[in-house]
């Protein structure tokens, strides 16, 4: 498990529990904010890796492959992206299922 894997999990907790924050309707609480964001987040991280996009590319970095603050950039936006909507989503099919 690479570091950039970790702060993409992690950024994914926060992306979800910003979300969970901002809309009430999607809040699934604290754990299952994380939980979900976490999932998204990791796979935000692999979906990434797997088409090759390096995240120091994407955040400007000049190092392709190390832990710079471009690959720390780009992996903190990837699993917050993933993390927040992964959140969403399960917040919405679980909101449908509510009705």
Do not use: Y
Request: aromatic share 0%; net charge negative; proline share 2%.
């Amino acid at each position: 498990m690479g570091p950039e894997l970790i702060i993409g999990l992690l950024s994914g907790a926060a992306g979800g529990n910003i979300v969970g924050k901002l809309s009430e309707k999607l809040n699934l609480g604290l754990i299952g904010n994380s939980l979900a964001g976490i999932v998204g987040g990791g796979a935000g991280a692999a979906i990434l890796g797997q088409l090759g996009v390096d995240p120091a590319a994407l955040a400007g970095g000049a190092e392709a492959g190390g832990l710079d603050i471009g690959s720390i950039i780009g992996s903190v936006a990837g699993g917050g992206v993933g993390g927040g909507a992964l959140m969403a989503v399960i917040g919405v099919v679980k909101g449908m299922m509510n009705k």
